[in-house]
């Protein structure tokens, strides 16, 4: 089946830094991936929608300039969080889908960020 | 608009029990319905799904079937296992979007 992969799968970091997660599709060519934010016992909240070539859209209430969203290739997405502070410590994960239909949507494994 | 809801947690069952999970949906167009599954520490599995009313999602045991009268996907499960533990989430999307919806989750803890 379709696999996505995520990179770090966990990272500590010091507050004020950045960190970079990668979102792979491994065996298929991701039109649209997705980032969602998850906080300890709490559902997906989704934070934006990106496409191959264009800008991301972001979710209602999600800062754009702190979460940076890059999707160069259909294969690859990058979510940047800028200057990260311990309240960005969360669970974020990526799905990407291939295309029609939309609904066929495959997620990665999850990348744990602290920020001490 | 679009929500699922589900039933509260935590769920803890002996082994081998039976298993219902509820959920209700409300949309706003013709939804696509899920069943999730979180391990610890690792990101959501594709447990089954349902394109259509009356469809039936089965896998690994567990079952759903999708009710557009009463706009539910409950999942069951005759017998569960203790390696059945983990977050479920119910999730639907819209055929003609790409957002998934999802609901809160319900934490299950099955004991030997």
């Known amino acids: 089946g379709a696999v996505v992969s995520q990179h770090p799968s966990w990272v500590i970091c010091k507050s004020g830094t950045s960190v970079k997660i990668e979102c792979r599709s491994l065996?298929?060519?991701?039109?649209?991936m997705f980032w969602y934010r998850q906080f300890p016992k709490q559902s997906l909240m989704l934070m934006a929608t990106?496409?191959?070539?264009?800008?991301?859209?972001?979710e209602q209430g999600v800062e754009k300039d702190k979460f940076l969203i890059n999707h160069a290739s259909l294969t690859l997405s990058t979510l940047t969080v800028t200057s990260a502070h311990p309240e960005d410590s969360s669970f974020y994960i990526c799905?990407?889908?291939?295309?029609?239909?939309?609904?066929?949507?495959?997620f990665g494994p999850g990348t744990r960020l602290t920020v001490l | 608009g679009n929500s699922v809801t589900q039933m509260e947690g935590p769920v803890t069952l002996s082994e081998e029990a039976f298993l219902t999970i509820n959920c209700t949906y409300t949309?706003?167009?013709?939804?696509?319905l899920f069943w999730y599954v979180q391990y610890p520490g690792e990101g959501l599995q594709l447990l089954l799904k349902a394109t259509k009313a009356d469809d039936k999602g089965s896998n690994k045991g567990f079952e759903a079937t999708y009710r557009k009268e009463t706009t539910s996907f409950h999942l069951e499960k005759g017998s569960v296992q203790v390696s059945d533990s983990a977050v479920y989430f119910c999730a639907l999307i819209l055929n003609t979007g790409n957002q998934f919806y999802f609901g809160t989750g319900t934490s299950l803890t099955v004991i030997p």
């Open positions: 065996d298929f060519q991701a039109t649209t």
């Open positions: 799905s990407a889908t291939p295309g029609v239909p939309h609904n066929e949507q495959f």
């Open positions: 949309a706003t167009g013709y939804p696509s």
């Open positions: 990106s496409n191959e070539g264009s800008k991301a859209t972001y």
